[in-house]
T-cell receptor, first 115, second 115 residues
Framework: GAVVSQHPSWVICKSGTSVKIECRSL??????MFWYRQFPKQSLMLMAT?????????EQGVEKDKFLINHASLTLSTLTVTSAHPEDSSFYIC???????????FGEGSRLTVL | AQTVTQSQPEMSVQEAETVTLSCTYD???????LFWYKQPPSRQMILVIR??????QNATENRFSVNFQKAAKSFSLKISDSQLGDTAMYFC????????????FGQGTRLTINP
């Protein structure tokens, strides 16, 4: 099946720094990428939806200036957590799909710890 | 807005038994996909089964089958002959086909298979 490669798998950073997480679709063109945040023992909470070449659509309560999403190509989407704080520590997962295909492919997830 | 509800936070059965996980959803859409995903401790999301809303026949994948009741907006997952490796979090998810797509997850059910 199709593969979405997500990096880094885990990252530790100091408070106030920015962290970039990448998701690459290796063998399909991801016209849409979903970004999720998952706290321990909880479900995946949708943060934003990005379509290639367009600005991301953020869910209510998600700060777009803090969580910068770029989807400049059909094979790469990035999430940048700017000026990270300890409360941003979480597990972040991306999922790529081709529009209306009904098939979604998940990255392996990135565990962010902000000290 | 679409919502997905899983009313069973935790379930536990003995190995080889059959277990059914419940999921209900709310939508005004007529065309959509429903999914069951498994998330083991590695946190990689694994597709268990997918159902197209326009198909009346329930999807089946080996030991996994669904009971899709479109009118009742119900989408339960049955796991037959449960195995220790089935222990994981299970998430029900919904995505509509037309228009702005969002993959929405239920709260999850933690399933434990006991030896």
């Amino acid at each position: 099946g199709a593969v979405v490669s997500q990096h880094p798998s885990w990252v530790i950073c100091k408070s106030g720094t920015s962290v970039k997480i990448e998701c690459r679709s290796l063998d399909f063109q991801a016209t849409t990428m979903f970004w999720y945040r998952q706290f321990p023992k909880q479900s995946l909470m949708l943060m934003a939806t990005s379509n290639e070449g367009s600005k991301a659509t953020y869910e209510q309560g998600v700060e777009k200036d803090k969580f910068l999403i770029n989807h400049a190509s059909l094979t790469l989407s990035t999430l940048t957590v700017t000026s990270a704080h300890p409360e941003d520590s979480s597990f972040y997962i991306c999922s790529g799909t081709q529009i209306n295909s009904g098939e979604l492919f998940f990255g392996e997830g990135s565990r962010l710890t902000v000290l | 807005a679409q919502t997905v509800t899983q009313s069973q936070p935790e379930m536990s059965v003995q190995e080889a038994e059959t277990v059914t996980l419940s999921c209900t959803y709310d939508t005004s859409e007529n065309n959509y996909y429903l999914f069951w995903y498994k998330q083991p401790p590695s946190r990689q999301m694994i597709l268990v089964i997918r159902q197209e809303a326009y198909k009346q026949q329930n999807a089946t994948e080996n030991r996994f089958s669904v009971n899709f009741q479109k009118a009742a907006k119900s989408f339960s997952l049955k796991i037959s002959d449960s195995q220790l490796g089935d222990t994981a979090m299970y998430f029900c998810a919904f995505i509509k086909i037309q228009g702005a797509q969002k993959l929405v997850f239920g709260q999850g059910t933690r399933l434990t298979i006991n030896p």
